[in-house]
C-alpha cells in the first residue's frame, strides 16, 4: 500500500553534482524520519543523511558540506542534492522512512534503490 519511488541517479563524473528525489505515496497518514542510505559494491548500507518531519538534519562525516538533504512535507517527498561528486560515492543509494498510517501504525520502508556512479 505504501511506496517509496526514487529517482535522479545516474553517471557523473568527478566534481559532478546529480539530485535524487523519494516520494512516498499511498495509505499515509504522517512520515516522521526520512533518510537516504548507499550501498557500494562488498560494502555494508550506510547511513547518507536522515531529516526528521521537523527539519533537523544528521549527515554522515564523509558527506559534510557536499551533500543537502531537504523534504517537501506536502509532496511526501525527500530530496539529496549531491555536489562535489567523488568516485568513493559510487554506490546504490536507498531512500528509507517512517511512515505512519492510521490503522496499522508505524512501519519503517525503503525504496528499490537509484545507482550513482561517479567515474571520468
Known amino acids: 500500500q505504501v511506496q517509496l519511488v526514487e529517482s535522479g541517479g545516474g553517471l557523473v563524473q568527478p566534481g559532478g553534482s546529480l539530485r535524487l528525489s523519494c516520494a512516498a505515496s499511498?495509505?499515509?497518514?504522517?512520515?516522521?524520519?526520512m533518510g537516504w542510505y548507499r550501498q557500494a559494491p562488498g560494502k555494508q548500507r550506510e547511513l547518507v543523511a536522515t531529516?526528521?518531519?521537523?527539519?533537523?538534519?544528521d549527515y554522515a562525516d564523509s558527506v559534510k558540506g557536499r551533500f543537502t538533504i531537504s523534504r517537501d512535507n506536502a509532496k511526501n517527498t525527500v530530496y539529496l542534492q549531491m555536489n562535489s561528486l567523488e568516485p568513493e560515492d559510487t554506490a546504490v543509494y536507498y531512500c528509507?522512512?517512517?511512515?505512519?498510517?492510521?490503522?496499522?501504525?508505524?512501519?519503517?520502508?525503503w525504496g528499490q534503490g537509484t545507482q550513482v556512479t561517479v567515474s571520468s
Open positions: 528509507n522512512a517512517d511512515i505512519v498510517q492510521r490503522v496499522s501504525g508505524t512501519t519503517n520502508y
Open positions: 499511498g495509505s499515509i497518514f504522517h512520515i516522521n524520519n
Open positions: 531529516i526528521t518531519s521537523g527539519g533537523g538534519i
